[in-house]
């Protein structure tokens, strides 16, 4: 057994994970350094396993021009959560075989969907696409293709698109076990509702799922994600972990968005709380309402409260005239401060008015930091484009998706978000 181990490991390395760019996401490829690739005999477009908290797979690319001499490999934001890792940690590679699959069972992987679409086209969307059971993969339109590429890679980004927009699926089941891929005899079954497993990381929304804000990304990573995953770095400091960060800027920009972003890749818990929802009829149950859901945080952390139009749960008490607008304040600016230190729990809150909100929650050690997420720019706009477009195909292939609340038998095509 000890041997077994010994000689895995000389066949495996850790390496840094780092982001992918969001337009080249979804398609189940990793950039590995070219030492890397030299030293494990791994060839572009072979099949490679990725072991984080959890075990998944890849095809190999080779780096970015740009990439050149740095020991990174490039995971997209499915990937990453497959894994169970952020941009940072580190994860062993090792070169790896696939099998053929004889049956692979997709599913929706999110809740709030229904799918119904031909088996026979996610055969095709699929086909050479290594899996492993419980991933979250993408389905892909006509990509960018390379000449310098091995023809095995050229074919898979060549396979014909499942739908108009991108549609993530849950991988079920497979027979056998282990790194699969689907080749033409493979049998797919399509479950119309999402799966939940147990411990699951959700990947609905990804750093990759926002464009036009990479710099604000960045420092709510700073803020957010750093003492989340690693609060003993602030310990051995001897450092207070940030407690809240705002965000503000006009409506419709993505703050709400980038909150669970954050929240999935810090693989927290998300607690929403939207401002006008919170209050209450009678007396104290709004205060109630707040104080249960931090307690109920708290005991799952790490967790992210996100609180939504937090002006109009706290205003300015200066200028209102009612006393549960005013309790309820004091409540969370109790809350807040806390009289016992937080631990792995992080509250984030967004406003289109900043000024409305009462000065009290903007003193450093309740929100520590304000954020601007602005209106983005022409580069951002491309890229916003290009991630809700990167599935998109001249054709469509015969499927459907009815939102649950629709009338039985009523279905809606994928169209472009």
Request: net charge neutral; glycine share 8%.
């Amino acid at each position: 057994m000890a041997e077994t181990d010994t000689l895995e490991r000389t066949t495996a390395q850790r390496v840094q994970v780092a982001n992918l760019p969001p337009a080249d996401g979804g398609r189940g490829f990793a950039r590995l350094p070219l030492d890397l690739m030299k030293s494990l005999g791994i060839n572009e477009g072979d099949v490679i396993e990725i072991i984080g908290k959890r075990t998944t797979t890849a095809r190999s690319l080779r780096p970015y021009p740009d990439d050149a001499g740095l020991a990174i490999i490039r995971l997209d934001g499915l990937q990453r959560s497959n894994a169970r890792v952020g941009s940072g940690d580190y994860v062993e590679i090792k070169k790896a075989q696939s099998k053929p699959a004889t049956r692979v069972v997709f599913a929706p992987a999110q809740d709030n969907i229904r799918l119904q679409g031909s088996a026979n086209a996610l055969q095709r969307s699929f086909a050479g696409r290594p899996l492993v059971e419980g991933d979250v993969v993408a389905t892909t339109g006509h990509q960018r293709i390379d000449s310098n590429m091995p023809e095995e890679v050229r074919q898979m980004l060549n396979a014909p698109a499942f739908a108009l927009q991108e549609v993530r699926l849950q991988v079920v089941s497979t027979v056998p076990k282990g790194i699969v891929h689907v080749d033409t005899s493979t049998q797919i079954e399509l479950l119309p509702e999402f799966a939940k497993g147990d411990g699951e990381r959700r990947a609905d929304v990804t750093y990759d799922d926002l464009g036009g804000m990479r710099d604000t990304i960045d420092a709510l990573r700073e803020m957010v994600e750093l003492p989340l995953r690693h609060p003993e770095l602030f310990q051995r400091l001897g450092v207070d972990p940030p407690k809240g960060v705002l965000l503000h800027g006009p409506p419709g920009t993505g703050k709400t968005r980038l909150a669970r972003a954050v929240a999935n890749e810090s693989d927290a818990r998300f607690f929403h709380i939207a401002g006008p929802e919170i209050m209450g009829s009678a007396y104290g149950e709004s205060e109630k309402k707040l104080r249960e859901l931090f307690e109920q945080a708290a005991a799952q952390a790490p967790s992210i409260i996100f609180i939504d139009e937090i002006d109009s749960i706290a205003p300015k008490r200066s200028q209102v005239t009612g006393e549960a607008e005013k309790r309820l304040v004091a409540q969370l600016l109790t809350l807040l401060d806390g009289l016992e230190p937080r631990q792995n729990l992080v509250v984030i809150a967004a406003t289109n008015r900043p000024e409305a909100i009462d000065e009290a929650l903007r003193r450093p050690g309740r929100f520590d930091r304000e954020i601007v997420v602005g209106v983005p720019d022409e580069k951002g706009r491309r890229e916003i484009l290009g991630i809700h477009t990167r599935a998109c195909r001249s054709t469509l292939t015969s499927i459907s998706m009815s939102w649950r609340g629709t009338p039985t038998g009523s279905s809606a095509p994928i169209l472009p978000r």
